[in-house]
């Protein structure tokens, strides 16, 4: 995936569960349904009762797809 080639850290191959710390700003994606989702470095990934999923057993997992800034 040419995406992992322009980071040289874990940010890339990391994710994240609900109300965790958002470690770089950028675009990230729910593994688990596929929404996205804009955050900023500081904030946190929504609480789980933000983002459930209608089955409960697929796990909320944010992954970094897009970084918006440089931080
Ligand atoms: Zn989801």
């Known amino acids: 995936m040419a995406m992992a080639l322009l980071g040289d850290s874990d940010e890339w191959n990391l994710s994240y569960e609900f109300d965790a710390a958002v470690p770089v700003s950028g675009i990230y994606l729910c593994t688990g349904c596929g929404k996205e989702l804009t955050a900023r470095k500081g904030e946190r990934f929504p609480h789980q009762n933000q983002h459930r999923h209608t089955d ?7 992954r970094l797809v897009l970084k918006t800034a440089v931080n």
């Open 56 to 62: 409960f057993k697929i796990p909320v997992h944010w």
